[in-house]
């Protein structure tokens, strides 16, 4: 089995570009979410095409933690037995491609386009100029995180620059740990790391310390938590290793981890094309969906980041997992509503 960039070669194919034989379902997204989906749909015998542009939000990260039974191993390799399990059962493609438009066809022609139930179908366009059809969606497009603008904090972006303790916070325990404020909410943070470290800076960045609440300062001072105002000019790295970040002042700070929050920035272009409600919550706006993630779209579903901020891997799998389930049941119905003439 022979591997590109975590892509497994031979899972690989290229989707029906015919208006006049649609895929039953198409999921816009190969992370986690996406292929928890379609390894349902496929379960379910329901011809599925996942279009996957192949940028997981924890590519940057070497593993992944607090999944059970695979905790410690690498995304993509996690993301490669996922695609290896979808194809054994014969009725999913997996393209790697972009979804650059999506519309609805509610009045199109009668019979396989349109869909048993009436209901129309969807028009996908990729990125390479081909057109796909389904008579349902799943999209899990998932988010980008926006990072400070220091220099040197991207490159060591899921090495020693980290978001989540959650999922590093073990591997890096007892370190000495920075924490960069983007914002007040910050706090929760730098209060949250010293679960894993004793030896905490907060290095308050553009963050002034009379934006602080009284509680926030007597939890950081209980907590050991040592505050450092003055904005952060860049990180300090030596052979390939964090060794500490340096102020406009001038001043220099030792740490060997530094923890921040980048800003979230959900992908959801697609479903704001269809006219899918969103929610604007403090990290983004995200798509209303009840609790199989159906959005307020009819036959289309989100899940995974796509919906929330907050959705780890194993959140990710589940959300999928319902979606797909979900989706079946719909066409199901709907199938058989038409043909008992509901």
Same mark, same amino acid.
């Given at each position: 089995?022979t591997?590109?960039n975590?892509?497994?070669?031979?899972t690989?194919?290229?989707?029906?570009?015919?208006?006049?034989?649609p895929y039953?379902?198409?999921?816009?997204?190969?992370?986690?979410?996406g292929?928890?989906?379609?390894?349902?749909?496929?379960r379910a015998?329901?011809r599925?095409?996942v279009v996957?542009?192949?940028?997981?939000?924890?590519?940057?990260?070497?593993?992944m933690?607090?999944f %059970?039974? +695979? /905790?410690?191993?690498?995304?993509?390799?996690?993301? =490669?037995? &996922?695609? !290896?399990?979808? $194809?054994?059962?014969g009725?999913?493609? %997996?393209v +790697? /491609?972009?979804a650059?438009?999506v519309?609805?066809? =509610?009045? &199109?022609? !009668?019979?396989? $386009?349109a869909?048993?139930?009436?209901?129309?179908?969807?028009?996908?366009?990729?990125?390479?100029?081909?057109?796909v059809?389904?008579?349902?969606?799943v999209v899990?497009?998932?988010?980008?995180?926006?990072?400070p603008?220091?220099?040197g904090?991207a490159?060591?972006?899921?090495?020693?620059?980290l978001h989540?303790?959650?999922?590093?916070?073990?591997?890096?325990?007892?370190?000495?740990?920075?924490?960069?404020?983007?914002?007040p909410?910050s706090v929760?943070?730098a209060?949250i790391?010293?679960?894993?470290?004793?030896?905490?800076?907060?290095?308050l960045?553009?963050?002034?310390?009379?934006d602080?609440?009284?509680?926030?300062?007597?939890r950081?001072?209980?907590?050991g938590?040592?505050?450092?105002?003055?904005e952060?000019?860049e990180?300090?790295?030596?052979?390939?290793?964090?060794?500490?970040v340096?102020?406009?002042?001038?001043?220099s700070?030792?740490?060997?981890?530094?923890?921040?929050?980048?800003?979230?920035?959900?992908?959801?272009?697609?479903?704001?094309?269809l006219?899918?409600?969103l929610?604007?919550t403090?990290?983004?706006?995200?798509?209303?969906?009840?609790f199989?993630?159906q959005?307020?779209?009819p036959?289309?579903?989100?899940?995974?980041?796509?919906a929330?901020?907050?959705?780890?891997?194993?959140?990710?799998v589940?959300?999928g997992?319902?979606?797909?389930?979900?989706?079946?049941?719909?066409l199901?119905m709907?199938?058989?509503?038409?043909?008992?003439?509901?």
């Amino acid at each position: 089995m022979t591997e590109t960039n975590g892509e497994t070669a031979d899972t690989r194919t290229e989707p029906h570009d015919r208006d006049t034989e649609p895929y039953e379902a198409i999921v816009i997204g190969g992370g986690a979410a996406g292929l928890s989906a379609a390894l349902i749909l496929g379960r379910a015998r329901r011809r599925t095409l996942v279009v996957d542009a192949g940028a997981p939000r924890n590519a940057p990260s070497a593993h992944m933690q607090g999944f %059970l039974t +695979r /905790d410690g191993m690498s995304p993509a390799e996690f993301l =490669a037995l &996922g695609r !290896e399990e979808i $194809a054994r059962y014969g009725v999913v493609d %997996l393209v +790697r /491609d972009r979804a650059v438009d999506v519309t609805r066809d =509610a009045d &199109g022609p !009668e019979g396989a $386009a349109a869909g048993a139930d009436g209901r129309g179908s969807f028009r996908v366009t990729l990125a390479s100029g081909g057109t796909v059809r389904a008579r349902r969606l799943v999209v899990t497009t998932g988010l980008k995180d926006e990072l400070p603008a220091v220099p040197g904090l991207a490159a060591r972006f899921g090495n020693d620059v980290l978001h989540c303790p959650y999922c590093h916070g073990w591997e890096v325990r007892d370190r000495a740990f920075g924490v960069l404020a983007t914002g007040p909410q910050s706090v929760h943070q730098a209060l949250i790391v010293t679960q894993w470290s004793k030896d905490v800076t907060f290095f308050l960045h553009t963050v002034a310390e009379a934006d602080l609440s009284e509680l926030d300062l007597r939890r950081l001072a209980a907590a050991g938590v040592r505050l450092v105002p003055g904005e952060v000019a860049e990180v300090l790295v030596t052979d390939d290793r964090l060794t500490g970040v340096r102020l406009t002042g001038g001043s220099s700070h030792a740490v060997e981890v530094l923890f921040t929050a980048p800003r979230p920035v959900p992908r959801t272009e697609l479903l704001e094309r269809l006219g899918a409600e969103l929610d604007e919550t403090p990290f983004g706006a995200y798509p209303v969906v009840d609790f199989t993630g159906q959005t307020s779209v009819p036959g289309v579903w989100a899940a995974g980041n796509a919906a929330g901020f907050a959705e780890q891997v194993a959140n990710a799998v589940g959300a999928g997992y319902r979606a797909g389930s979900a989706l079946n049941g719909d066409l199901l119905m709907s199938d058989l509503d038409a043909a008992a003439g509901v």
